[in-house]
């Protein structure tokens, strides 16, 4: 079993940035691929961005691409999420994930098998 927490979130205004964090332990966490995914209220949840276990493949939903970079530092146990130019629409709990099993595809969210409990991100002026 892993336990993954998640810090950084909070209050922006729109084209502000902001950096999430993704402590893990537990497990080896440098032999998986972590993902982030989000959820607003209401909707359900989405794939944001995901990272291979040696950071050398990097997956983002179109809808972040060009503004926000997933990144690991496995001597530290920790995922990371770089946000910038955010927008009123990013404004969800974001969810750090762990995958198991590699060859699952990475933007499914049942495809990942341990979740941290979120960190709210709101962006507005």
């Known amino acids: 079993q892993v336990q993954l927490m998640e810090s950084g979130g909070g209050l922006v205004q729109p084209g502000g940035s902001l950096r999430l964090s993704c402590a893990a332990s537990g497990r080896t966490f440098s032999t998986y691929r972590m993902g982030w995914f989000r959820q607003a209220p209401g909707k359900e949840r989405d794939f944001v961005a995901a990272i291979s276990w040696s950071a050398g493949g990097t997956y983002y939903a179109d809808a972040v691409k060009g503004r926000f970079t997933i990144s690991r530092d496995n001597a530290k146990n920790t995922l990371y999420l770089q946000m910038n130019s955010l927008k009123p629409e990013d404004t969800a709990i974001y969810y750090c994930?762990?995958?198991?099993?590699?060859?699952?595809?990475?933007?499914?969210?049942?495809?990942?098998?341990?979740w941290g409990q979120g960190t709210q991100v709101t962006v507005s002026s």
């Open positions: 994930a762990l995958q198991r099993f590699s060859g699952s595809h990475y933007g499914r969210v049942n495809s990942y098998d341990d």
